[in-house]
């Protein structure tokens, strides 16, 4: 959101060229005592600080409560985006004490801040299959006290949970060569991984695979099990058998379900994460991702606590680009290259979405998403900012009465100007910045 009132400080220095023929101080000497030099205060405040804060109000706040999953599966969290910071940075991560957050039915959890304009509702236990919850926030602990909605009005939110049940399966590594193949099985709800592997049962060609080991799951609901034998090549068929009553984490039964792959000898495009990013005009997506169709050397990464080894390049075609949805829709999106694969950009408002790639996504280099790619994430209100509209060092006269200033989610600014005395010029040249301080200027 951008205010027509600002939030942080800035400052003008006029400058006063020497006189000639006037005296000036050597090098060594100080710089005259500068008179208003920000030193004084008024009521307490220095006449240079920043503005006095503009105090929370319902209507300031403006929330947005949303579920944070994909479709199909039960939200992991509830996320709360506000339209305006309400704590200092050094209170991100903690848990608010005094905040109101009704659920029903009830459900035990944890409610922290996840950044200064945004809180996150995780429960203590995954929310219940084919249940509709209802979130009330009645009360929200802020930097200028508990603040509630205004009379009248609620902060409410509602969504149903799906039942438990098996919802497919899909590559997410493929390496004919060495004839193994790593495959990730989703269900609507959180499993335990060695559990759910009991209850499953792998065949290729109709037999019983020479190994099958349980790898790291990228979400709670799914299960990757890396798949060995010589008979994994090219037009081989992998089956999968899931036995009924298999348990979710909350110990709901699954129904029997069954599934088939057929290899084939696509270059695979492997999503491994995707980061929210806030840019000089707002957000946009880094998905992290390796393509075995890449030539060239390969490239590391790490962030979010993960560690990839990467192909050269991993880039989605002008054409794969229409195979990416949002959910709710995005105006104005397209797809550049990134640091580690590629980036999605577009009009991101604040709140929670879904994002969904459809298997057949083909890269530059030829390579395939060999199957759907799924994930949530949330965007929070924008960073306070202001700056100049114009870059340089000096001011000219006839661009003091037309100086533009571009801002982002402030309220309140304090417009400080410096004048430097012809006596002080000397110092302010020779000092290591170019910025007017007590020292050496006046307000």
Same mark, same amino acid.
């Given at each position: 959101?951008?205010?027509?009132?600002?939030?942080?400080?800035?400052?003008?220095?006029?400058?006063?060229?020497?006189?000639?023929?006037?005296?000036?101080?050597?090098?060594?000497?100080?710089?005259?005592?500068?008179?208003?030099?920000?030193?004084?205060?008024?009521?307490?405040?220095?006449?240079d600080?920043?503005?006095?804060?503009?105090?929370?109000?319902?209507?300031? @706040?403006?929330?947005?409560?949303?579920?944070?999953? !994909? /479709?199909?599966?039960?939200?992991?969290?509830? !996320?709360?985006?506000?339209?305006?910071?309400?704590?200092?940075a050094?209170?991100?991560?903690?848990?608010t004490?005094?905040?109101?957050?009704?659920?029903?039915?009830?459900?035990?959890?944890?409610?922290?801040?996840?950044?200064?304009?945004?809180?996150?509702?995780? &429960?203590?236990?995954?929310?219940?299959?084919?249940?509709?919850?209802?979130?009330?926030?009645?009360?929200?602990?802020?930097?200028?006290?508990?603040?509630?909605?205004?009379?009248?009005?609620?902060?409410?939110?509602?969504?149903?949970?799906?039942?438990?049940?098996?919802?497919?399966?899909?590559?997410?590594?493929?390496?004919?060569?060495?004839?193994? !193949?790593?495959?990730?099985?989703?269900?609507?709800?959180?499993?335990?991984?060695n559990?759910?592997?009991?209850?499953?049962?792998?065949?290729?060609?109709?037999?019983?695979?020479?190994?099958?080991?349980?790898?790291?799951? &990228?979400?709670?609901?799914?299960?990757?099990?890396?798949?060995?034998? &010589?008979?994994?090549?090219?037009?081989?068929?992998?089956?999968?058998?899931?036995?009924?009553?298999?348990?979710?984490?909350?110990?709901?039964?699954?129904?029997?379900?069954?599934?088939?792959? @057929?290899?084939?000898? /696509?270059?695979?495009?492997?999503?491994?994460?995707?980061?929210?990013?806030?840019?000089?005009?707002?957000?946009?997506?880094?998905?992290?991702?390796d393509?075995?169709?890449?030539?060239?050397?390969?490239?590391?990464?790490?962030?979010?606590?993960?560690?990839?080894? @990467?192909?050269?390049?991993?880039?989605?075609?002008?054409?794969?680009?229409?195979?990416?949805?949002?959910?709710?829709?995005?105006?104005?999106t397209?797809?550049?290259?990134?640091?580690?694969?590629?980036r999605?950009?577009?009009?991101?408002?604040?709140?929670?979405?879904?994002?969904?790639?459809?298997?057949?996504?083909?890269?530059?280099?030829?390579g395939t998403? @060999?199957?759907?790619?799924?994930?949530?994430?949330?965007?929070?209100?924008?960073?306070?900012?202001?700056?100049?509209?114009?870059?340089?060092?000096?001011?000219?006269?006839?661009?003091?009465?037309?100086?533009?200033?571009?801002?982002?989610?402030? /309220?309140?600014?304090?417009?400080?100007?410096?004048?430097?005395?012809?006596?002080?010029?000397?110092?302010?040249?020779?000092?290591?910045?170019?910025?007017?301080?007590?020292?050496?200027?006046?307000?």
């Amino acid at each position: 959101m951008i205010c027509r009132q600002f939030a942080t400080s800035v400052m003008v220095l006029a400058l006063a060229a020497s006189c000639g023929g006037k005296k000036q101080d050597g090098p060594g000497s100080e710089p005259k005592a500068a008179k208003g030099s920000g030193d004084e205060t008024q009521g307490g405040d220095r006449i240079d600080g920043p503005p006095k804060r503009v105090a929370l109000t319902a209507k300031k @706040l403006a929330p947005v409560i949303q579920a944070l999953g !994909v /479709d199909h599966v039960v939200p992991s969290a509830v !996320v709360i985006e506000l339209a305006t910071p309400i704590i200092d940075a050094d209170l991100v991560g903690g848990v608010t004490s005094k905040s109101v957050l009704k659920i029903t039915p009830e459900a035990p959890g944890r409610l922290n801040y996840s950044s200064v304009s945004g809180l996150t509702f995780t &429960p203590n236990q995954p929310f219940a299959f084919d249940t509709t919850y209802t979130f009330e926030l009645q009360k929200l602990e802020t930097r200028d006290g508990e603040l509630g909605p205004d009379a009248g009005d609620k902060w409410t939110y509602s969504f149903k949970t799906p039942p438990f049940k098996f919802l497919g399966w899909s590559p997410s590594e493929l390496d004919v060569l060495h004839h193994r !193949v790593s495959m990730e099985i989703a269900f609507s709800g959180a499993v335990l991984p060695n559990l759910a592997n009991a209850a499953m049962t792998f065949a290729i060609n109709g037999k019983k695979p020479a190994g099958v080991q349980v790898m790291r799951s &990228p979400t709670p609901n799914t299960v990757v099990v890396q798949i060995t034998d &010589p008979a994994i090549k090219l037009g081989a068929k992998l089956t999968l058998a899931v036995k009924k009553g298999l348990p979710s984490l909350v110990d709901t039964k699954a129904d029997a379900a069954t599934a088939e792959f @057929l290899i084939t000898n /696509d270059k695979a495009v492997t999503i491994k994460a995707v980061d929210v990013v806030e840019g000089a005009n707002g957000f946009y997506l880094e998905v992290i991702c390796d393509d075995k169709a890449s030539t060239g050397s390969a490239r590391s990464h790490y962030g979010g606590g993960s560690y990839h080894q @990467l192909s050269h390049r991993c880039q989605l075609s002008d054409e794969a680009a229409k195979r990416i949805t949002f959910t709710p829709a995005v105006k104005g999106t397209y797809v550049a290259g990134g640091r580690a694969g590629f980036r999605v950009f577009g009009d991101f408002k604040r709140g929670a979405y879904k994002i969904k790639i459809d298997a057949g996504a083909t890269s530059l280099d030829g390579g395939t998403l @060999l199957a759907p790619f799924t994930r949530s994430f949330s965007v929070k209100a924008r960073r306070p900012a202001m700056a100049f509209a114009a870059s340089g060092r000096y001011l000219p006269r006839s661009a003091w009465n037309n100086l533009g200033i571009k801002h982002t989610n402030v /309220d309140a600014v304090n417009l400080i100007v410096r004048h430097i005395p012809a006596d002080n010029l000397v110092f302010w040249l020779s000092g290591q910045a170019d910025a007017a301080d007590e020292r050496t200027s006046n307000v």
